[in-house]
């Protein structure tokens, strides 16, 4: 048997998406197989992984309650976080000219992407919920301008067209969500 | 009495196959198997055997609350142990109406196939 234990933000993270009926119960048991089973066989890095995994398991469960949009909208606010974690990383890498400037849209990319996912998960109230929209509709424009430079430009990437469509949907999708809980009979 | 030899009205398995999906039967036959030793992390387990691959933990909870809720299944909660942080379990069993559930899923899968060679071969 084995003490090592997930880090503490991660369990933190499990708790938060569980309901209160499962909070302990749910908690206990994948502590209990992380310390039987997955650390002494996979090491920790790879256990740690794997109880990430399966607390993302339960943020899919959480956001099933809502409409369809609202579902989609979590997983569009992970692929965009991740997107702008590769960014800030690849930039911080290659150190072209103005590398920082980017670093800082890609932080601010991961800040609103993370921000929608704690209003998913969260009562929100009207000053956060501004700041989501607020926030979203900079990555709207980002992601326009993104686009529309790609095509334009000479040296056509295909994953800034990616990004630059994630970033407009995630827009759209957290006006649609975010109207929708404000004005129910309105969207 | 071995289920195919039972008339399949006695399973009512027109209502069955609405019932129960393939994953709410697989988790509920882990239950089933588990019997005392039927708590979440088992479960788990148990349904990734079943199933030879690995299962995101927050299906198994969910399948688990659902049946639950439609009384297929009871639960009770016990002392944790220090492996777990001293965390309390939530232990499973089969309620009568879920061993029914299950006995009328099987006599439906059994009567769709009746007649069908398998594997199939395509006919067409």
């Known amino acids: ?187 | 009495m071995p289920i195919d030899t039972l008339p399949a009205f006695a399973y009512n398995v027109d209502i069955v196959a609405e019932m129960l999906g393939a994953f709410e039967q697989a988790v509920l036959l882990a239950v089933w198997k588990l019997a005392d030793d039927a708590y979440g992390r088992g479960v788990l387990r148990g349904v990734q055997s079943a199933l030879d691959r690995e299962v995101a933990a927050g299906a198994v909870y969910a399948t688990l609350d659902r049946l639950e809720q439609k009384n297929l299944i009871a639960s009770r909660l016990e002392e944790g142990t220090p492996v777990r942080g001293g965390r309390v379990r939530r232990y499973y069993r089969v309620t009568a109406a879920g061993v029914k559930a299950l006995n009328e899923s099987k006599a439906a899968l059994e009567q769709m196939w009746r007649g069908a060679r398998w594997p199939l071969e395509s006919n067409a």
Not at chain 1, 36 to 55: C, K
Not at chain 1, 147 to 174: D, Y
Request: net charge positive.
């Open chain 1, 1 to 187: 048997m084995t003490r090592q234990a997930p880090p503490r933000w991660l369990q933190r993270a499990l708790v938060f998406l569980l309901a209160p009926r499962d909070r302990e119960t749910v908690a206990g048991d994948l502590l209990e197989e992380y310390r039987e089973e997955q650390a002494p066989r996979l090491g920790t890095l790879r256990a740690n992984l794997w109880y990430l995994r399966q607390s993302v398991s339960f943020l899919s469960i959480r956001s099933a309650g809502g409409p369809p949009v609202k579902a989609a909208l979590t997983w569009v606010s992970v692929a965009t976080a991740g997107a702008g974690i590769w960014l800030a990383v690849m930039e911080n890498i290659l150190k072209h000219a103005g590398y920082g400037v980017r670093t800082a849209v890609a932080a601010a990319i991961v800040a609103e992407a993370l921000g929608t996912l704690l209003f998913l998960v969260l009562d929100s109230r009207p000053v956060f919920r501004l700041i989501v929209l607020a926030g979203a509709a900079a990555l709207g424009a980002l992601g326009i301008s993104a686009i529309a430079r790609n095509v334009s430009g000479p040296h056509f990437e295909g994953f800034v067209l990616i990004v630059g469509c994630l970033l407009v949907a995630q827009a759209v999708m957290t006006f649609a969500v975010v109207l929708r809980a404000h004005y129910p009979k309105a969207v």
